[in-house]
């Protein structure tokens, strides 16, 4: 299994960025793809996940980031995505994708959110 997550970056507060997961070694495509985040000092937490279209693509987004992070895959290209509108300085972390039902992680994407 492999994860590669990229598209972080450093942004204004209110700006926008697509993250991309690019899966490996497993058949991406059955599997719930999830995305977490990791800051400074504080725990890894679940931010957005996506069923497989066989379980109807259901998404879950995190409370603090409902209605601004919108989570997609494209299983042709085996990638999940992460578009994250209107940006906090809270939402600053790294970002890493996962499949649920592989415990393998990425290296994860830096994003800073800073004027």
């Known amino acids: 299994v492999q994860l590669v997550e990229s598209g972080g970056g450093l942004v204004q507060p209110g700006g926008s960025l697509r993250l991309s997961c690019a899966a490996s070694g497993f058949t991406f495509s059955s599997y719930t793809m999830r995305w977490y985040r990791q800051a400074p000092g504080r725990e890894r937490e679940l931010v957005a996940s996506i069923m497989s279209a066989g379980a109807g693509g259901i998404t879950f987004y995190a409370p603090s980031v409902k209605g601004r992070f919108t989570i997609t895959r494209d299983n042709t290209k085996n990638t999940v995505y992460l578009r994250m509108d209107s940006l906090k300085p809270e939402d600053a972390a790294v970002y890493f994708c996962?499949?649920?039902?592989?415990?393998?992680w990425g290296q994860g994407t830096q994003v800073t959110v800073s004027s």
């Open positions: 996962k499949s649920a039902g592989h415990n393998y």
